[in-house]
């Protein structure tokens, strides 16, 4: 034997939420550096489908500039859902989810640390783009400014929806055509408020009630979801 | 530590409408393991499951040091080391990153020497930096050796350990279940091989 015995018996140490977050926040952050493939079609699909559009209505401004925020909100949130089932499946199929659930890391810290995760890789780089997409469209300054404020705001309540839908989907059949409609449906809001946002904005009104109704929804979303997506999880694993 | 001790009182479990098992209690103690034998589809990966705490009971209680596991799970879940079917590995990252990673989430702190040794140990010393996708399955079953010396959890909880592992790799997996019950743990495990340290008792499930 090349290694000494482990000293038996961990200390039973509860372990914190902050422990259990910053675990699967970096874990999940390196595999996605790691297989970026996924990230980048979240990518491609939103900056692909987003620039069809004026090809397709054609070139006249104002069209455009009345339709650009709404198509942009709803292609990042097509974008956003392509995205969900990466989010719990693979770790369900190898293993890993028993053995997240079995550790002594607390479960609301290492299922928030993977929303954050989801969020930063799929969600911030949809904000970040909206504001080069919404050229195309021949948005102005503050319209563009709206649109990626309300994305920062909305995108994350979208992960946070999502992670509590697909974890009910966990082990489904036809659990990709569950999803959407477990999932669209209660994406609504988020639309109407974020697109809401942006429009505002560009008839001359200001976004700012529309940025707090969002607010308040990721606020409600970051305190309400995180349960129930473990009680989704345990539902999975029995 | 207090010589650890696991048991379970009538445990009952059913899937669906087929009853699994009921009324199942067993008792380990410190430097003992327990067989979990019977045929395919008896049960005992479930059973395994509702011990560990990933599947609900339909009755029964699990006791670990004398304490209800339901009650209070933190002290069982330090000390419980489970390895079902799936064996937890991501295949884009190196068998190194998969223990690191799989010890961090058991709050373990183990230095990369010890990584390093553990890995030498079970024969990955040249393939630790590969990703986990281009080892084979014995290979990856090798992670999870060395994996089960560098934890230090009291109780094991193992299903068919010995699965696409080699007379050697077998051979390894006894020394390690030698030095852990030597060093005042348990063990329970399902299998149909016949291990180097014989088990203290068997259990038959589902007849």
Known sequence: MNVAAAPMGASPHPGSFAAGFAWSFSRDLKLSVRHPGETMLVIAFFVLVASLFPLGVGAEPQLLQRIGPGVIWVCALLAAFLSLPGMFASDY????????????????????????????????????????LGLQYGLTADTLLALACALAIGTPVLSLLGAACTALALGARGGGMLLALLALPLFVPVLVFGAGAAEAQASGLSAAPHLSILGAGLILAVMGLPPAVCAAVRIAMD | MSAARLSARGLACSR??????????????????????????????????????????????VFWDGESTRADSGAFRANLLY??????????????????????????????KAIEGALAEVGLAKRRRLPAR???????RRIGLARLALDPAAFWALDEPLTALDDEGQRLFGRLLERHLAAGGLALMATHHDLAPAPARVMRIGE
């Open chain 2, 134 to 140: 281009r080892l084979s399955a014995g290979q990856r």
């Open chain 2, 16 to 61: 669906g409408l087929a009853r699994l098992f009921r009324d199942v209690s067993f008792e380990v103690g410190a430097g003992e393991w327990l067989a979990l034998r019977g045929a395919n589809g008896s049960g005992k990966t479930t059973l395994l499951r509702c011990v560990a705490g990933l599947t609900r009971v339909d009755a029964g209680e």
């Open chain 1, 93 to 132: 199929a190898d293993g890993s989810l028993e053995q997240m659930t079995l550790s002594p890391l607390p479960m609301p810290g290492w299922a928030s640390g993977k929303i954050a995760a989801h969020w930063v890789a799929t969600g911030l780089p949809l904000t970040v783009l909206s504001p080069l």
């Open chain 2, 83 to 112: 390895a079902g079917h799936l064996p937890g590995i991501k295949d884009d990252l190196s068998a190194e990153e998969n223990l690191q990673g799989s010890l961090a989430l058991r709050g373990v702190a183990v230095s990369t």
